[in-house]
């Protein structure tokens, strides 16, 4: 793990990283940190260079105070590229938040970018119900500390096979969540209640995207990245069997398999 202060974002980004070439962009989603992407940077790193930093307010990232929002995230990604002197389009991988990020991206930095891969995700913004959720998230949040949300989210992060079997899985998803920092958490549930829809984006988007749906998602359902493939041009979709909403964790192997043939096939302009 490596630090790296951002002066012109107000706080320093810790990030992990492996492997050379081109570089391979994981986003966490919430309330989660870059040790999700362990799979990746082990399994990914004879054919990319593998980045996996930890958003504001996660992990070993500074705990600034929110509100956060999407538009600031993406711009956090870029700074943090910038830093380490990346100019050559990237690939991003988002996952969940990570994915309503990818979109804010896109929006301003598709230049950046040479391919998209999308897990666990949607482009609609929340409805009014999901609003409320949030707001009684961070009621909870504030009453109850980080714990409270990380026991809360458990159950529904896994899918009940893993839940069932993989006690350790489990163990590894509550001590990843257990490093969001308070902050983190209520920046997050501003900036997902806040997030705008993204749905006029998915026509915009003409680079290679890939879609990634876990089998068992129990927060986002399949049909969602069918939307996404539908509107976006070109793109591909692949359900990774076996995984709820953890794809990359729940199930490395085919999920590391799917983004090496989309590397292996990715065609854009430098
Ligand atoms: C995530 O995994 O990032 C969140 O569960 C997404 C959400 O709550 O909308």
Known sequence: MTTLNLPQRGFSMAYSEAGKGL???FVHGYPLTRQLWEPQ????????HVLAPDLRGHGASQAVPGPYNMDMFAADLV???DALGIYQKVVL???SMGG???FAFYRKYAARLAGLILTATRAVADMPQARLARDQSAELARQQGVTAIVESMLPKLLSPATLQNCPDLVEQTRQIMAAVSLQGILGDLVAMKERPDSTPTLAQIRIPTLLLPGASDQIIPLAEAQAIQAAIQGSLLEVIPDSGHLTNLENPAAF???IRTFLQNLRYEE
Do not use: K, R, S
């Open 93 to 95: 991988c988002g996952l």
């Open 79 to 81: 700074a943090f590229l």
């Open 41 to 48: 940077l082990t399994g990914l790193a004879d054919v990319a």
């Open 23 to 25: 570089p391979l962009l």
């Open 256 to 258: 590391n398999a799917a």
């Open 100 to 102: 309503y990020i990818a």
